[in-house]
Every structure is written in C-alpha cells, then in structure tokens.
C-alpha cells in the first residue's frame, strides 16, 4: 500500500520544535506486523512532552508523536489479528521513537496490541487511553492489598486525564475519594465524577505535617510528585497504600523511613508504557465490563488533528482538565 495519510508532525529547528500537519507515505512507517487504520488517539502529558522536545522521551525528529492508538488492523503478519480486527495500543515505544498515534495511520508489533474487547469501541478505549489503563494499574494495586469499598481515597492532579479517571473509578468501586487539584473552580466536576472532598493542593500541602500526620487514607493515587507526594505518603493510615505514577510538580519527594516501619505502608510505582501485555489485558477487561464508567464522556473533549497544537501546549501548562480524545 502506498497512498498518503495525515500526520502530527513534529520537526526540530536548532532549538526549536515546530509542529505541522503533513501528509507521509505509508513506506515511511516503521516496520511492523500490523498495520492499522487508527480511528482515536488521545493525547497524554508524555506526548507534550515528545511535541516539545524534553529530553528523555523522543530522540530522533522529526517525528509523530501519540503513545496510544485505536483502530482497525489493515494489513497483518499475525493470524491473532485478522484484517479487520479492532485493537488498542498504548505505550512500548508507540509515540516515542516510533511513529505514533497522531496520525491516520501508525505500524507497530503485533505484541504490542490488544484486541479491543467485546463492549468497548475504539472512541471509548481511547476516552480511556493509557491515562485510564494507567489509573486502572494503580487501582489493581490497591485492591490486592485492600478491598476498595468503604475505604478513604486520594487522587492528586484531580482533573488532569490519570486523576479523573481515578476519581472516577474509585468512587465508582464504593471509595470516599478526597480529590487534591489546583483548580477549585472545578470543583463542580470533581464532585460529579465522585469525589465526596476537594481540596486544594497548596493548602493540602501547608496543612501536613511530614513525615506523619495524622493517618487519614487507606490508599492514593498519585500523579503528581514532588511536596504533594511527601504529604500523601504522611497521611496514610497504618496499612495504607500509595501508588506513584507521574511529576508533574517534581521528581524528587521527602519522607522518612517511618510511615513505611511505623504504619506498613507500601509505596507501588506504576509504568503503564512497558507492563506485561497481560496485565494489560486485565485492566482493558474491567474497563468493559465491572469498571465500566459513567464519567467517560464529561472527562473527554474530541478534537481532530488540526486542532491539537493548542491542546499540547495546554498540557504542558498543566491547563488541561479531563482528557482530549482526537478523532482521526
Ligand atoms: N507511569 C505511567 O505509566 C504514566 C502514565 C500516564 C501518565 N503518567 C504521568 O502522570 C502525570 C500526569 O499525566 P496526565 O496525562 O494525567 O497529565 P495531565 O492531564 O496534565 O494531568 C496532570 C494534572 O496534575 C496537576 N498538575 C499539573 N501541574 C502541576 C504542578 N506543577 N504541581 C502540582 N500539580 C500539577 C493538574 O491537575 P490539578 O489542577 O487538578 O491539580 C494537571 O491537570 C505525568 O507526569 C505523566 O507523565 C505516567
């Protein structure tokens, strides 16, 4: 095949990263057993960060970044995914050094798709995106410590596309969810999503006392770093769990050995990008049956490809709240 499709694209200018919308040729795709019509992507806070040229993420430019996809395989060299079959793929190296899902066409491993299950079309797997698979892993670890109904929860960077999902998700396993965000006046939507508590994330932090406050949450959900993570990790009851997936506000935390000897908890890192397709492959599964979701729709906004430079610059300050699915 070798008609042209539409790409994000993104080239490097000196220290300059200029992104346009460009037509390419199918040949230019890497190879791959499976090529796939994407018909969603959605953009996450790493792909901002692949659009910007941040060190560490992507190394060769130019390049299209988008580290999920959904859509429909067009040609195969495995038998598990027929040509017409429906998958999801998020993470490996998609949209990092491998072109990725900002764009009508991506060609990847046929071990790193999944088929999208039964329940689940494209648009919402990718409502979804890694920002809910990546919610969902945080989720799971806290359920093989602890049964989630009943206990205290807390979520920061609340509105972000991680943070809603896990707001929303954890109140809907019967969680009492306290949401830290920096945005009050989104309270509204926090509320919406479940969250029985909003606070704002300076206050949350000037409030603690580190390295132990008084035990008020039985597990987090943190995509944030830096202070609000050292508070979390100080205000866990005995037990408790904390899952870290992002640093958004820094890597670095401060803590003490204490609320790990004196109070048993556990601090669980979460990397959604290079986790056992398997594990994966449980989440997807929640997410269409017993986790399915009410807040998918109030959390996306859909946008097409011409219009996702404002949304990646948006990102990058933070601004986002919910998540952009792009419409290919
Ligand atoms: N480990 C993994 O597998 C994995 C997967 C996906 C994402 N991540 C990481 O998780 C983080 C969030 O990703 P995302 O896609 O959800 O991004 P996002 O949509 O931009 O959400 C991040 C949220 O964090 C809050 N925030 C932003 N800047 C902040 C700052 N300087 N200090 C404190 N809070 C701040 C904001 O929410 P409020 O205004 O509500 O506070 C923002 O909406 C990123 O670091 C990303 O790289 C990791």
């Known amino acids: 095949m ?3 499709f539409r790409s994000l694209v993104v080239k490097k200018d000196n220290d300059r990263f200029d992104i346009s919308i460009e037509d390419r040729k199918i040949d230019d795709l890497p190879d791959g057993d499976l090529l796939i019509r994407v018909e969603y992507s959605s953009l996450n806070y790493k792909d901002a960060l692949s659009a910007s ?22 040609e195969s060299k495995d038998k598990e995914f ?12 998609l949209g990092m050094n491998t072109s990725g899902g900002f764009s009508e066409y ?14 689940l079309s494209t648009k919402e797997s990718m409502m979804i995106g890694t920002a809910g698979l990546t919610a969902g892993l945080a989720v799971a670890s806290m359920e093989n410590k602890c049964d989630l109904k009943g206990t205290k929860t807390i979520v920061s960077g609340a509105t972000g596309g991680v943070g809603s999902i896990g707001v929303n998700l954890l109140s809907h396993l019967g969680s009492e969810v306290t949401a830290i965000t920096g945005k009050m006046d ?16 300076n206050k949350f932090v000037e409030s603690t006392r580190a390295p132990l406050n008084r035990g008020m949450y039985n597990a987090a959900l943190d995509v944030v770093g830096g202070p609000i993570l050292s508070s979390i990790i100080a205000s866990m009851h ?8 992002g640093n958004v506000g820094g890597p670095n935390f401060e803590t003490t050995v204490f609320p790990f000897i004196l109070r048993a908890n556990s601090l669980i890192g979460i990397d959604s990008a290079g986790c056992p397709i398997e594990d994966r492959k449980i989440i997807w599964e929640h997410f269409s049956s017993d986790w399915e979701l009410n807040g998918l729709e109030k959390m996306s906004k859909t946008v097409e490809l ?3 430079i404002p949304e990646i610059q948006k990102i990058l300050k933070g601004k986002q709240i919910g998540h952009v699915l792009l419409k290919l």
């Open 82 to 93: 027929p040509v017409g079959s429906t998958v999801i793929v998020t993470g490996f190296d």
């Open 238 to 245: 005995y037990g408790g769990v904390i899952t870290t997936c």
């Open 306 to 308: 011409e219009n996702m």
């Open 186 to 201: 989104e309270k509204g939507l926090l509320m919406e999503l479940g969250a029985s508590e909003v606070i704002d994330r």
């Open 2 to 4: 070798s008609h042209s």
């Open 106 to 119: 991506i060609r990847v491993p046929s071990q790193w798709a999944i088929k999208c299950p039964d329940g």
């Open 53 to 74: 040229g941040a060190k560490g993420v992507t190394k060769d430019y130019p390049h299209t970044p988008g580290i999920d996809a959904a859509g429909i395989v067009e």
